[in-house]
Each structure stands twice: as structure tokens, then as C-alpha cells.
């Protein structure tokens, strides 16, 4: 008779969608400031696209790889490298690395982007209502500020600024709610599961 011993292992990490939702939300809220004339480009928002948007969202995207959530590890890894990308295009020009990026660059880049998360907004409708407005939000934001580069009118950069603001504080109230509603053990802050 063999002696087998059975060990069962508990996945135990903390859910990092949270992390990722406010390192994305506060950072669009910010650079979307900048984009309705609120205030204007600096080093602030660059540190948050370094720093917050970029790396933590990243991490976040590691993490949830760990939870074997393919959306999220997708999601918040994409969106931190957006982050450090957008901050790349505006710091290496000044370094003299290269130069500025052509609009015509602009537009694609943004472009590509706004299809990225058109398509990632169809994995929402399996997620949550509150996930279906940031990601819809998202997809709209981007598109406007391929309008804006396009046309080069600064009334269509500044509804961008307006519904980016928009935008980045659904995110933020989404990584809030999931705090709040694990934090109580119920719905403190609703986010619409889907049925």
C-alpha cells in the first residue's frame, strides 16, 4: 500500500484589475485636462504615463495573467505600453533621439488604437456594464482625436479633453467600486454584471 499525499494549491492574489483601472482612468483624466485646455502638457502628465499609466498597468497586466484572465493580462498590458509608448513620441523628439511623428503618424497610431479597443469593447458584453462604458468611452476618445488631428480643429480636441474626462473617471469609479465591493462583501458601489 502506497502512502500518496494530495496537496491542493489555493490561487490567493489579489485582484489587480483595480490597480489597472485607476493607473488608467487618473492618467486619462489628466492628459484629457491638458487636451480640453484646461491646463497645459508637462512633466506631470508625462510621470503619470511613465509611472502610473505605463508601469502599473502593466504590472496589473502581469498579475492577471497570473489569474488566468486573458482580457485583463491583454487589456491593462496593452494599455500600459500605450502609456509609455505616447510618452516616447513626445520625450525622444525632444532628446533629439528623433524626430516629432508626422500627423499623418498620428492619425494611425491613434487609429490603431481605436480599432484595438473597439474590438476589445465586444469582450465587455461577457464582463460587466460598467467595463462596456469605459471601453465604449475609450473607443469614442480615440476616434475624436483621430478627427482632431485630422481636421487640426482644436474645438473637436477639446470635446476629445471633455470626453476623455469622462472616460478616465469611469475607469476610476470602476477600479473604486471593485475595491468598495470586495472591501464590504456586497455592492457598495454598483458596475451592472452582466446576466
Not at 484629457?32 to 511613465?50: D, H, Q
Not at 494599455?79 to 528623433?98: A, D, H, Q
Not at 469622462?166 to 469609479?173: D, L, M, Q, R
Request: aromatic content about 14%; overall charge neutral.
Amino acid at each position: 500500500m502506497s502512502d500518496t499525499t494530495f496537496v491542493s494549491l489555493k490561487e490567493n492574489t489579489a485582484n489587480p484589475a483595480p490597480l489597472g483601472l485607476l493607473a488608467f482612468g487618473m492618467t486619462t483624466v489628466l492628459l484629457n485636462f491638458k487636451n480640453a485646455g484646461f491646463i497645459e502638457m508637462s512633466p506631470m502628465i508625462l510621470a503619470m504615463g511613465i509611472f502610473y499609466g505605463g508601469i502599473a498597468q502593466v504590472i496589473a497586466g502581469i498579475i492577471e495573467a497570473k489569474k488566468n484572465n486573458t482580457f485583463g493580462l491583454t487589456a491593462f498590458t496593452s494599455y500600459g505600453f500605450f502609456w509609455l509608448s505616447l510618452v516616447g513620441l513626445i520625450i525622444m523628439p525632444k532628446l533629439g533621439w528623433f524626430a516629432a511623428p508626422s500627423n499623418n503618424s498620428m492619425i494611425a497610431f491613434l487609429t490603431m488604437w481605436g480599432i484595438f479597443t473597439l474590438l476589445l469593447f465586444f469582450g465587455t458584453f461577457k464582463l460587466n456594464r460598467a467595463l462596456q462604458f469605459v471601453f465604449g468611452s475609450l473607443t469614442i476618445l480615440f476616434f475624436l482625436l483621430v478627427a482632431a488631428h485630422a481636421t487640426g480643429n482644436e474645438s473637436i480636441e477639446h470635446l476629445a479633453g471633455y470626453e476623455g474626462i469622462i472616460c478616465g473617471a469611469s475607469a476610476i469609479y470602476t477600479g473604486v467600486a471593485q475595491v468598495l465591493n470586495e472591501l464590504y462583501g456586497k455592492t457598495v458601489w454598483p458596475i451592472g454584471p452582466v446576466a
